[in-house]
């Protein structure tokens, strides 16, 4: 399985040389159209498009797509919710959506600009400028306590929520100097929510955020999530299991064998303290 180590450690990539690059000359006329057509458009909100993606691995002789002809658009501060099976394609998505990987084929348009066609530096850039992310495993520093993990956000974005803030939002101030291996895993789950949150991102990405929590703190993680959507103004993609999540959704992605099933708009989304599981 390779690249699996890679897109574990993007967030550590995050915290390197974010200076060194340039505002990229945009390749070709076709993208600065569509960057222009971004900024007049602005009423349609668009923040991110998918046109025929896929990604591709090849063992030996043999192809498989972990995505395939994926197309979908989210909108600015919609909570989208993505939905299907183990080994359905789900974390793929997510790790395309936030420049943690790169797609073998199509494009990924972010502000009118096409992700494919960045440099590993401009990439870089774009998950330190513009991504959150809760790793389906933490993905915590070892070495850092809750509250370091979360305060190294300080050191990527300007504009990040105080560490002990975003602990107490997720019920963790009392931890804040633990480190991951003396914390729970529902605990370590929640510093990785809350290193995400403080970040104060345009995107914020997580991959089943709640696998590790009961019922009490994972409604408690939903409001927090639903809250950055609907108060800050923050598009939030959360991949899940739990198909009673999809009632507090804008939008629901379902993601079977590689492909996109089927992607429902939901004009009244429940409120996340209404949804039982
Ligand atoms: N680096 C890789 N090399 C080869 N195959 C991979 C790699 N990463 C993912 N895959 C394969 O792509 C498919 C989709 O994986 P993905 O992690 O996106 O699934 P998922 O929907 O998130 O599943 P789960 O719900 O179990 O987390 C799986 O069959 C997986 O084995
Ligand atoms: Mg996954």
Redo the contacts with the bound molecule.
Sequence with gaps: ????KK?QDTNLLEIIDLEKDSEDLLPDTGQKKRKEKAEKEDEHEVLIEFSDVC?K?S?GENE?Y??KNANLTINEGEMVVIL????????????LLGGMDSASSGHIWFGGEDLTTYSDNRLTRYRAENVGVVF?FYNLIPTLTAYENVALMKDIKEGTTDPVEALSAVGLKEHMHQFPSQMSGGEQQRTSIARAIAKNPKLLLC??PTGALDTGTGKEVLKLLQSMSRDKGRTVVM?T?NSFFADIADTVIR?KN?GIENIVHNDTPKDASEVFW
């Design positions: 399985m390779f690249g699996k897109k990604k691995y063992q498989f972990a995505l299907g099976p183990s080994g359905a394609g789900k974390s793929t998505l997510l790790n389906q991959d089943e991949v299991h993601v590689g």
